[in-house]
């Protein structure tokens, strides 16, 4: 494996972009499913290098930002029982739920705890046998079994105090329910790296064939990045959608079938609520009948109340590729990074955080005049 320093260096990037010029014969919209790749490509400055013709829209590929604000206040409500701890990873702290945030509850008496992996949650949850621990299983198929093997560890070591509340959700749904919107009209995909280390390649094929799309799994990586959107070009020039596999260093055409056994084993598919998307059938993980004593909404009897999303935030729109952050009359005035309003502007990963870190203040006008390659969505395609 190459170091990540090859993979940011002139000598590999710089024939790419080249090629990607050459190659590029019409305007094309390709959407960067993974929140990992548009920090990436911001980041690395990648929009700037590229021809003018070439729009990259963002996805739902931010475990956080999909995050419906009725799980938020299920955590929420979870943090308000005295005897209950908190344990979450970071990101999650500061997402608004319809009126405050995990940190707002620390802030007012409630024990939230950040941790760096579920396993981290069943270690507090053994050091504090008093307290139950509750992990709010959020993320994609990337997470999804560590989470299971938490849950696993848990019943071996006979646990009667570790509780996760699943909120977990599966990506082929999700773009197969952005696909069917006629109104997106995207040409590609840049199939998310870490996702596709678990599912495998060949799971976009049905993707493919079904909506005529381009699809490439890409790293991280500028090389990967630019390999990635190479691809594509070449898959819609030639009239031949279909799948191409540039992470092979990581991602195989079957997957991670261990990782895929765990998911299963504790999981079982659900009809599932995502921010901006709604409930998409079947792209849920829920927690089988044998794993059910580690259901935090059951043994806490936590209420499920409908979603009620921060007033005048446009993350929906922003989530499925049809709006621009600039275009929110709350960027960068109610909305930063310090003072979220929606949950795009807390993560690292979300798009709002992503254009506010290296885009600025900017208006809708002046980072479109600024930054010619991004679509809007009143843009002509
Ligand atoms: Fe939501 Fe803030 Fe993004 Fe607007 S700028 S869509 S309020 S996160």
């Given amino acids: 494996m190459k170091c990540a320093d090859e993979f940011r260096s002139r000598a590999i990037t710089a024939p790419l972009i080249e090629e990607i010029a050459r190659s590029l014969v019409r305007p094309v919209r390709i959407m960067e499913v993974c929140g990992t790749h548009t920090m990436s490509i911001f980041r690395h400055g990648i929009r700037s290098l590229l021809p003018e013709g070439i729009t990259l829209l963002s996805g739902p590929g931010c475990p956080v930002c999909v995050t419906p604000a009725r799980h938020i206040d299920a955590f929420l409500s979870a943090a308000d029982r005295p005897q209950v701890t908190i344990a979450t990873f970071g990101d ?8 405050r945030s995990l940190a707002g509850a620390r802030a007012g008496g409630a024990r939230v ?9 069943l270690t507090l949850a053994q050091q504090e046998p008093e307290r139950t621990v509750l ?7 990337t997470t999804a079994p560590t989470i299971a093997a938490t849950i696993l560890a848990a019943e071996r070591l006979g646990l009667t105090n570790f509780l996760i509340i699943a909120a977990g959700k599966t990506m082929p749904q999700a773009l197969e329910a952005l696909m069917a919107d006629s109104e997106l ?5 840049l199939c998310p790296g870490h996702v596709s280390a678990i599912i495998g390649s060949e799971t976009y094929r049905p993707l493919a064939d079904r909506y005529h799309l381009a699809c490439a799994v890409a790293g991280f990586e500028p090389a990967d990045i630019l390999a990635g959107l190479l691809s594509l ?17 990581a991602v195989t055409r079957e997957g991670n079938v261990r990782a895929q056994q765990l998911i299963n084993e504790v999981f079982e598919p659900a009809d599932s609520d995502w921010r901006g998307l709604g409930t998409i059938p079947g792209s849920g993980l ?3 009948e044998k794993y059910r004593r580690f259901d935090g909404m059951e043994q806490l009897d936590i209420p499920i109340q409908a979603s009620r999303e921060p ?20 960027y960068g005035t109610a909305c930063t990074p310090l003072q979220p309003v929606g949950p795009c ?14 885009s600025g203040r900017k208006t809708s006008t002046a980072h479109q005049n600024t930054k010619p390659f991004f679509a809007s969505s009143t843009e002509p395609s």
């Fill in 286 to 288: 829920m927690l089988r």
């Fill in 311 to 330: 007033k005048g935030c446009r993350c929906g729109e922003i989530l499925k590729g049809k709006l621009l952050p600039p275009d929110c009359p709350l």
């Fill in 92 to 99: 999650l702290i500061r997402v608004p739920g319809a009126e």
């Fill in 233 to 249: 070009i070449r898959q819609i020039n030639h009239g031949q959608p279909g799948v191409e596999n540039c992470y092979t260093r």
């Fill in 345 to 358: 502007m807390v993560s690292n990963e979300g798009t709002c955080a992503a254009y506010f870190r290296y």
């Fill in 135 to 141: 992990f709010p299983a959020i993320g994609f198929e």
């Fill in 185 to 189: 009209q995207v040409d590609g995909l």
């Fill in 113 to 121: 705890e950040i941790v760096y992996s579920p396993m981290d949650a």
